[in-house]
């Protein structure tokens, strides 16, 4: 298979015996038509290639919406959480 990929993007190549591969397209090298390739995953004789994902890095949070959590953990703010009442589930 083939995907499309962009400057800064990073892609993954995944075989069936577990190896994985993540590199960042900027670093994979040109090469003109009269080449045979660039290699980016080196298998054994045995082991094929059943993967080429690309990486979708996590959305970054602002720091406005973190709040603290429980133990010191921070957790981002979401307006469809439940809020809890402190009074609520305390019987007495």
């Not at 090469?31 to 082991?47: F, H, P, Y």
Request: glycine share 10%; hydrophobic share 35%; charged share 35%.
């Amino acid at each position: 298979g083939a995907i499309q990929v962009q400057e800064g993007e990073e892609i993954m190549l995944i075989s069936d015996q577990g190896t994985l591969v993540r590199t960042r397209v900027d670093e994979v090298s040109s090469s003109g038509r009269n080449t045979q390739g660039v290699t980016l995953i080196k298998l054994a004789k045995d082991e094929t290639l059943v993967g080429l994902e690309r990486v979708q890095e996590p959305t970054p949070v602002d720091e406005d919406e973190l709040v603290e959590g429980e133990e010191g953990a921070e957790v981002a703010e979401s307006a469809d959480a439940p809020v809890a009442d402190a009074e609520e589930g305390s019987e007495e």
